[in-house]
Nanobody, 124 residues
Framework: QVQLVESGGGLVQAGSSLRLSCAASGRTFRNYAMGWFRQAPGKEREAVAAINGSGGRTYYVDSVKGRFTISRDNAKNTVYLQMNSLKPEDTAVYYC?????????????????WGQGTQVTVSS
């Protein structure tokens, strides 16, 4: 069982930066691929980024490439999402998720554990 707790959301202006953190419980964090997903009001949940167990391979949805960076610190059981050049369309609840596999994917149905989410609001 893995428990995930996100933090770092907030209200910012367009062009600003935020860093989201997701702290995971458990002693085998490195065995889990991690992903960040988001859901805006009235829209379906969408993938943002994913990272494999070692942190050596990352994946991004096209809309955030070059602006967002996913990383992880396995010693701290934490995954991060650095978000730069934020846009109003990035406004959503952001969720981190853990997949019971070392290999990452952007398919949300492959993830087994989910955090409660953190709100990110970007004003224009």
């Amino acid at each position: 069982q893995v428990q995930l707790v996100e933090s770092g959301g907030g209200l910012v202006q367009a062009g600003s930066s935020l860093r989201l953190s997701c702290a995971a419980s458990g002693r085998t964090f490195r065995n889990y691929a991690m992903g960040w997903f988001r859901q805006a009001p009235g829209k379906e949940r969408e993938a943002v980024a994913a990272i494999n167990g070692s942190g050596g391979r990352t994946y991004y949805v096209d809309s955030v490439k070059g602006r967002f960076t996913i990383s992880r610190d396995n010693a701290k059981n934490t995954v991060y999402l650095q978000m730069n050049s934020l846009k109003p369309e990035d406004t959503a609840v952001y969720y981190c998720a853990a997949r019971s596999s070392w290999y990452a994917t952007l398919d949300s149905y492959e993830y087994n554990y989910w955090g409660q989410g953190t709100q990110v609001t970007v004003s224009s």
